[in-house]
């Protein structure tokens, strides 16, 4: 009779710990379904619409960039001294962490590592705090090989840090000088749906 008791006891135990469980999953399924689901690292919502790119477009890669921009202080064309890019350099990771384009340039070209390449041109900015450069929103010219990049239309630059030199004068008694900024920034590759 005991062997029968202690057997029933362990059923019940069992019993009430599934029901329970499954009772309380149900439960925290529910809770979660009114929770909004997180924004996608490349949501149009947050940016301005300046860079925003139109309608009929998806996102095919998204990546983070650190590298560094290489600048010289030179006159401009319309005559006062400036610091100005020469060219960049950086790596981009995509979302898991691997290591897929090399940035480089003049012009911007992304290089993935499947071989395919993309040239952009910038079409609109907006600022992003003092030190940091412009959002960017640039345009790809028709790309180069097939993977990756093929057919890519936007490439969009958000999420900025650094890269401008605010704090070094340039004028003509250092034109020629060179000075290399670190920076980061998160490229969104787009094509036409």
Known sequence: MRSTNTKFRTLGSSLIGTTLM????????AACSNVAPLPKEF??????????????????????????LNYECRATPAGPFAWTLVSPQANLLDRTGKDVVAYSGPPAKWTHIDGSSVVGNQIAVA????FN????????????????LQNVSFIQRIKTKGGVEKTKPCGTANGGEKVT?????????????
């Open 22 to 29: 499954v009772g309380g999953t149900a439960l925290m399924m």
């Open 43 to 68: 949501s149009q919502d947050t940016l301005p619409m300046s860079i925003g790119v139109p309608s009929g477009h998806k996102v095919v890669l998204e990546t983070t960039a650190t590298g560094v």
């Open 127 to 130: 600022t992003n705090g003092e």
């Open 133 to 148: 450069l412009p959002l960017q929103l640039a345009r790809a010219e028709p790309s180069m090989g097939t993977g990756a």
């Open 181 to 193: 900024l670190p920076y980061q920034a998160d490229y969104i590759f787009w094509r036409p749906v």
